[in-house]
């Protein structure tokens, strides 16, 4: 599963691609929840290749879940 942040006063977003299973879309939801209410700063986030990445709870502008290939289209049309 794709993860996207968008982070505040940035024009990137992070993108990061974690194991697609109830569980842990589970467990990642209720962790940015935490760090949108502020109940912790940081949301700190594992990828499949195990690189941690951390985000200031404060700087979230919107977390995004999708799959892989939701966004990998070419071509013309609709």
Known sequence: MDIRIGVTQSVREITLEVEDD????????????????????????????????AVPGAKIAYVEFGSPDSDKRMGFGG
């Open 22 to 53: 109830a569980a842990a879309r589970k467990k990642i939801k209720t962790a940015v929840d935490a760090a949108i209410s502020g109940a912790t700063d940081v949301l700190w986030l594992t990828d499949k290749k195990g690189r941690e990445v």
